[in-house]
């Protein structure tokens, strides 16, 4: 094969990569050993590295490419001038009749094939030192697209032989450590798929932030996909939970959003423009590109190409406008978080804050300081200032020789699954984008701060903010029996903690999704005929667009928010805390006003238990329950387990659970599991009652406190008599503990008491709890207080 020009995909494989480079080598190996598992790659065929060593060789290039680089190196020449000579040098090159015979004849056969004269291809540049493990050299190398004709084929084979000497692809090899002149191209030529009429995207069959092995995340877009690999627009994104995707009748989509999709590539019409850009329609912009069934097709493909390759993978996908057929034209090693030690967990924490001036797609985990450097024009490259805080409309590759010198990245388009993203991971560079006008934001030279630390949403603030980096050993960390538990409230950090060694999540919070995501007050979407305030029914007709029946926005918001959070921690419990907001905190949300009255003390007044039942938020309750029943057996998360706060009576626990039922979720039924928690007197005083009716207790340590004291937990002239170590709060702790024991059900505590106070850890542990949640940035710390406790205990 070696001494051949060209070879079809189906003839290569995975060890072929010398031969045919990274890129087709997958292509190969994914035709030859995946189309049983119905994963659809288009046909196509390469040219292999002794084609290019031959059109080097019979046009005197080698010199040449020695002759430019050393004079680059020795400082004679920038490395701009010594890039464009060799190409240049390329270009003008010619092809030896036998090897462009070859590639001809392949063509001709390849249209045969299709029953096409002069095919449409894609022409792909694919190094031998590419989409290898540990480097991935994304856009590096040049593609050219709705290539037809003969001569055009050979023009665009040219150009990719031309592209490994770009001045990013030089740059990318000397910061590799790779030889430019052992490093060879082979060039994959590939039917087209109709994209331009159809869509296209990007998936890694992991998450590319945090590393979180059980996803698979998908971006598209409508037209062809360089838009989303060179970062030019704001694509929409799919998070699937593969773990599930094999369970019957489940459909894990944990996550659909809908990215702007301003303009998309499509077919040129004449001259020689192969390709050009449009604005895309109102309707396509409002719209999700991908149909549930397609995004889980795509995360099928995703994880039969992981187990495969038996390693995180970077992929490319289209989908066909003529045939609404699905196709992976591209996979390649994930070269980031593949690298990561699992081992050690790191924790970035920004301690200060200052003005927000822009957020986007969190790009690594990282944060960092420095200047601005705001740069609108790719002309103005020559003046960036090393350590500065990168801030521009958007990069591609040709932006590796600054973007390694940056402290920090912030781009106005693109999304997380572009090629500049993808090199600012392997650089270790924090990079906010697609916050829409950081430009016009940011002024050259002030400080900022930008921050991937928060979650999937990066912020980038004004001035140089303090923070912290903390590195824990896992493996070091001592065993406990006593379960250790997460406190969560945003789906967008949950994935960051897949890593805690925690036994699930003991409170998630569902106040977060309903105020910072869905932002609506449930009844003025059940009722929403009694939001007179127009701009606030204005407001929440915008938000609830792509729903027919506005309440789904709700419903299906939740239901994701809490998969996302369930996700990290399955098959482990994740105890999901029903509504608890105060009155007033009620109606602060949209449409709020029209069904909260004002109280005089919101703390002891109409929240938690007592409000799902009344007529006055009844409505509102029924889709939490629907939300919750959705998370369960549509998505799958049956893991998930669902606690009622702040419950008064036994008669109002039965009620509560007979509106449950009502909604669908009968404990017992389906594996459902009911808690309670505990954090009112009567809870203890009658918790042999509330035992009966419940599967677990949660001990609520500041509610607890506040009424067993007569402290208002928030008064500062108060503060120094709240204490949860306080002897009576301790004796009604101590109580309920036995009760929950005898009565047979599990009870924990959510709070960080036990991580502020290591007697209070070490008296829970005294009592047999069995277990503790904690907020996730404290876990690792409190570890080992609560095993020495465990020890002391075991000592005769």
């Known amino acids: 094969m070696e001494q051949r020009y060209a070879v079809w995909f189906e003839e290569t494989g995975i060890h072929d990569v010398g031969i ?48 430019q680089l050393a004079r680059h190196r020795h400082g004679d020449i920038p490395l701009s001038a010594a890039g464009e000579t060799i190409r240049r040098h390329f270009l003008a090159g010619a092809f030896p009749d036998r090897m462009s015979d070859s590639i001809l004849e392949f063509y001709a056969d390849l249209g045969a094939r299709a029953g096409i004269s002069n095919p449409p291809v894609a022409v792909r540049s694919s190094a031998t030192a590419e989409d290898l493990p540990d480097a991935s050299f994304a856009g590096q190398q040049e593609t050219f697209l709705n290539v037809s004709g003969n001569e055009a084929l050979l023009d665009a084979c040219r150009r990719c032989f031309a592209s490994l000497f770009t001045d990013r692809a030089i740059s990318y090899r000397a910061m590799k450590g790779f030889s430019d002149l052992d490093v060879a191209l082979s060039i994959g030529v590939q039917r087209m798929v109709r994209a331009d009429i159809g869509a296209s995207g990007v998936m890694f069959s992991l998450d590319t932030e945090t590393g979180f092995p059980d996803v698979a995340v998908i971006s598209a877009t409508w037209g062809l996909g360089e838009t989303v690999v060179q970062g030019t627009v704001n694509p929409d994104k799919y998070v699937v939970f593969k773990p599930l995707l094999k369970a019957a009748g489940c459909f894990p989509i944990i996550e659909k959003s809908c990215g702007a999709k301003e303009q998309k590539l499509i077919y040129g019409r004449g001259g020689t423009a192969r390709t050009r850009m449009v604005k895309t329609t109102e309707r396509e912009r409002t719209s999700l590109v991908l149909s549930d069934d397609e995004v889980l097709q795509l995360g099928r493909w995703a994880a039969v190409i992981e187990e495969h390759y038996g390693r995180p993978m970077d992929m490319e996908w289209a989908k066909d406008g003529l045939t609404g057929e699905l196709f992976v034209v591209q996979a390649r090693p994930e070269t980031v978080q593949a690298a990561r030690s699992n081992t050690v967990f790191t924790m970035h924490r920004l301690i200060g804050r200052g003005p927000l001036l822009a957020a986007g797609a969190a790009i690594g985990d990282s944060i960092a300081s420095g200047p601005a450097c705001v740069i609108r024009d790719p002309a103005e490259i020559d003046r960036f200032r090393d350590g500065s805080i ?109 890593r805690l060694p925690v036994a699930g999540v003991g409170l998630a919070r569902m106040e977060f999704i309903i105020n910072e995501l869905i932002m609506i007050h449930p009844m003025a979407l059940a009722q929403p005929q009694r939001v007179t305030d127009t701009d606030e029914a204005a407001q929440i007709q915008t938000r609830t667009r792509s729903y027919s029946d506005a309440r789904d926005y709700f419903v299906h918001t939740l239901a994701s928010g809490l998969a996302k959070i369930s996700a990290p921690f399955y098959p482990d419990p994740v105890i999901v805390r029903l509504s608890d907001f105060k009155s007033n905190e009620y109606a602060r949300l949209l449409g709020g006003s029209a069904f909260e009255q004002p109280e005089e003390n919101p703390m002891l ?74 954090e009112i007197p009567s809870n203890i005083i009658l918790a042999s009652e509330f035992a009966a009716r419940f599967d677990g207790f949660s001990i609520g340590s500041n509610d607890l406190t506040q009424l067993v004291l007569g402290v208002d937990r928030d008064s500062e002239l108060l503060a120094p008599l709240f204490d949860e170590r306080d002897e009576a709060v301790k004796h009604m702790i101590r109580d309920v503990i036995s009760q929950a024991h005898r009565a047979g059900i599990r009870i924990g505590i959510c709070g960080q008491g036990p991580s502020n106070h290591t007697d209070f850890a070490e008296f829970l542990i005294d009592q047999g709890i069995d277990s503790v949640s904690l907020n996730p940035d404290t876990v690792l710390k409190t570890i080992p207080i609560i095993a020495a406790a465990e020890r002391r205990r075991a000592r005769p």
């Open 20 to 67: 045919v480079g990274g890129k087709n080598a997958s292509l190969g190996e994914m035709l030859r050993t995946l189309a049983d598992q119905d994963v659809r790659v288009p046909d196509g065929f390469a040219t292999t590295s002794a084609a290019y060593r031959e059109f080097v060789a019979a046009n005197g290039l080698r010199s040449a490419i020695q002759e």
């Open 390 to 498: 990168l801030v521009t409309e958007m990069t591609d590759p040709d932006w590796v020789p600054i973007m390694r010198r940056a402290a920090g990245i912030v781009t106005e388009h693109g999304g997380p699954t572009s090629h500049a993203a993808i090199i600012s991971r392997e650089l270790g560079v924090p990079a906010v984008v697609g916050t829409g006008n950081a430009t016009d934001r940011m002024t050259d030279g002030e400080m900022l701060t930008v921050s991937c630390a928060e979650g999937d949403e990066g912020h980038v603030f004004q001035g140089a903010l303090e923070f912290r980096t903390e590195q824990v050993d896992l493996q070091a960390l001592p065993q406990t029996t006593t379960r250790v538990m997460a406190n969560l409230a945003s789906p967008s950090s949950a994935f960051k903690w897949w």
């Open 605 to 678: 007044g109409f929240r938690g238990a007592s409000r799902y039942y009344n007529d006055r938020y009844r409505q509102g309750f029924d889709l939490e329950c629907r939300a919750l029943k959705r998370v369960r057996e549509h998505l799958g998360s049956r893991n998930i387990i669902i606690m009622v706060p702040f419950c008064r009576t036994v008669a109002e626990a039965d009620r509560v659970l007979a509106v449950m039922a009502e909604n669908g979720l009968t404990r017992g039924e389906a594996g459902l599991q009911v808690y309670m928690m505990c």
